[in-house]
């Protein structure tokens, strides 16, 4: 039996034309778990893809010595069985689709009475994966159910989980193969504190188990049970150390930036936003799915200039009561709902709302299109479509270029929003909602994934505009120190009610 579980040597890889990493080397060895720490696009993610087999190296090979143990020890019937099958992979999108397998979800598809229920339940999910070890396995589906706190949800469709239930799903989901290596790419982003505090359990229950995991993560959130860490720099790991002797202490120290308050003013002044009483008006608000009440009772009134921080566990009903405020949800109609001084439903299109509102969040960038440049992604702001469908237009695009370079991401002005780290994937989407000079922000848990110092500058970024605006916002989420200091007003819901 090989000691090396997998190896990777001398690996290169490009995504476009863009190096990730050149010439790296990475070993696991049996009973060694790792966390994968480093800057953002230093290729954390790329390397879990690497490993996984979703993207192919061109120079360089890698050993997957588990597997080949693995069929020498069950010769009966798993000569077929790929590598693959014995890897659980968590990535940081999911891959749902809908009951008859032939199309992905939609955004929006949660909040459309009848294409929500075109979807399988948590459980019925989770018991159509197949895993391929010759006994049941100890991750069965009474087990996962438990463990990762689903059994609340079972009959929930998984449209309509929450971003932080789905996370927990995806973890259940790769546990229920029992795989060999259990690869998880930021696991953390999404969950609520009380989840994030069981996933040190969670994993050193995994490992327990058997399983070996590789976890891409932030050097501040690395679980007790993870016994080595690798960091990556460069396209390089240029630090291999036991768990315990590595010191986090040298991310803590980053720059957040400087910004160029000229023009960030010159383009806050390029549009004046108009004058409103009420943003938002919400009087004893109810939302209902299939007689489960997702927000009860709900009054919320917000003025121009208001700092809001929507705040609550995972499930506690803030997607949902976005959503009525973004006009994403056909319910506003049967509600008492004032936005931007306008009744709904009394002529007023989504695009009236939308034009008025810059906006993201996890699900749209879960379901946003990835075949248009970052630049393009950002233009198409104007026009409050998912990707840019129309020629681009010169001044506009010099616009989105602008705010690109204030959010320290022009150099990746031409490449495809595939080909970059997802955390410049999230920083295109926060550009695309800034860049029409909004009368409202609505940022739904903006920093997922990035790195300190883009936390850090994102969070001066948006103070700034909040001091030279008269810009409204709301902000969510499970973060405390990731909230801007220009916040001064909380709402918090749990289990859809004001608490």
């Known amino acids: 039996m090989n000691t ?15 190096l990730v990493f050149s010439d790296l080397n990475f070993i696991i060895n049996r009973g060694e778990h790792w966390a994968v720490v480093g800057e953002s696009g230093s290729g954390k993610s790329a390397l879990l893809q690497t490993i996984a087999g979703k993207l192919h190296i061109s120079a360089g090979d890698i050993q997957y010595n588990f597997h080949e143990d693995y069929l020498k020890e069950h010769r009966s019937g798993q000569a077929h069985l790929t590598f693959h099958k014995l890897i659980g992979f968590v990535e940081q999108r999911h891959h749902f689709r809908n009951l008859s397998n032939i199309s992905d979800f939609y955004y929006q598809q949660r ?36 463990r990762l706190n689903l059994n609340a949800l079972r009959s929930k469709q998984l449209i309509k989980l929450s971003n932080g239930e789905t996370k927990r799903l995806l973890i259940a989901a790769a546990l229920i193969k029992n795989p060999l290596i259990l690869l998880l790419d930021n696991p953390l982003t999404g969950l609520d504190v009380q989840t994030r505090a069981e996933f040190n359990q969670i994993i050193a229950a995994i490992i327990s188990s058997g399983i070996s995991v590789i976890m891409a993560t932030s050097p501040f959130e690395i679980p007790d049970a993870i016994t080595h860490v690798a960091v990556l720099k460069d396209g390089l790991i240029n630090q291999q150390v036991p768990a315990k002797e590595f010191d986090a202490s040298c991310f803590a120290q980053v720059d957040k930036g400087k910004l160029d308050l000229e023009e960030l003013s010159a383009l806050l002044n390029m549009t004046t936003i ?21 927000l009860k009772n709900i009054d919320w009134q917000i003025k121009q200039g208001d700092r809001w921080a929507l705040l609550g566990p995972n499930g506690a009903g803030k997607s949902t009561l976005l959503s009525l405020v973004n006009a994403d949800n056909p319910q506003a109609y049967a509600n008492d709902i004032i936005l931007f001084d306008r009744k709904r439903g009394t002529g007023e299109s989504i695009w009236d709302i939308k034009s008025k509102t810059g906006f993201i969040s996890p699900e749209l960038y879960q379901y946003f299109p990835t075949d248009n440049s970052c630049l393009q992604v950002i233009e198409s702001g104007f026009y409050d479509t998912m990707g840019l469908f129309r020629p681009s237009d010169p001044k506009k695009s010099a616009i989105a270029l602008r705010w690109m370079k204030a959010l320290e991401i022009d150099r990746y002005a031409r490449v495809l929003l595939k080909n970059i780290p997802a955390s410049v994937q999230r920083l295109c989407l926060l550009a695309r909602a800034l860049i029409k000079n909004p009368t409202l922000l609505i940022f739904d848990e903006p920093c997922q994934g990035m790195d300190l110092h883009q936390q850090l500058h994102f969070k001066m970024l948006v103070d700034t505009i909040c001091e030279l605006s008269n810009v409204t916002l709301i902000y969510v989420t499970h973060y405390q120190n990731e909230i801007p200091d220009s916040v001064d007003k909380v709402l918090r819901l749990d289990k859809g009610k004001v608490v």
């Open 4 to 18: 090396a579980l997998l190896s990777v040597n001398h690996a290169s890889l490009k995504l476009g034309n863009t």
């Open 274 to 294: 108009p004058s409103y009483e009420w943003i938002v008006r919400m009087n004893n608000i109810n939302i209902t799915y299939s007689e489960k009440e997702i």
């Open 111 to 146: 909040y459309n009475s009848s294409d929500s229920e075109d979807a399988l339940t948590v459980e019925e999910y989770l018991g159509a994966i197949k895993h391929y070890s010759e006994t049941i396995g100890y991750w069965d589906l009474p087990r996962v159910l438990q």
